[in-house]
C-alpha cells in the first residue's frame, strides 16, 4: 500500500477511512480519519455526510492525524473511489 492512498480501517466499532501516512509492526497511521456512517442521513431534501467529523462522539473534531492499534483493526483495504471521493469531499482533500 503507497502512502497518500485512501484506505479504509475495519474495526470492531465500525470504518475509518483516512489518507495512509505510515504502518509498523503495532501501529497504522492515517490522516484526516473519518468514521463512515454507512449511509447518508436526509435531512428534508439535504444529504449530510457520509461520514462524521472524526472517529468518536466526544473526541476532537477533524482530526489530522490519528494513529490506530493494529490489534483492534480487523481489516485495511484500499477505499472504494466512489467512497474516496466522498470522503475527499468531507475532509476537503483530493483523490487521484
Known sequence: MDIGTVVTLVTARGEVVGR???CDDHHITLSRPRLSNGHPIIVGNYESDWFSAGISVTGERDPDLLS???AMVLAVTVT?????EKWADTTHDWVT
Not at 472504494?80 to 474516496?84: E, G, L, M, R
Request: glycine share 0%.
Open 20 to 22: 495512509f501516512e505510515a
Open 80 to 84: 472504494d473511489k466512489s467512497f474516496a
Open 68 to 70: 490506530f492499534n493494529l
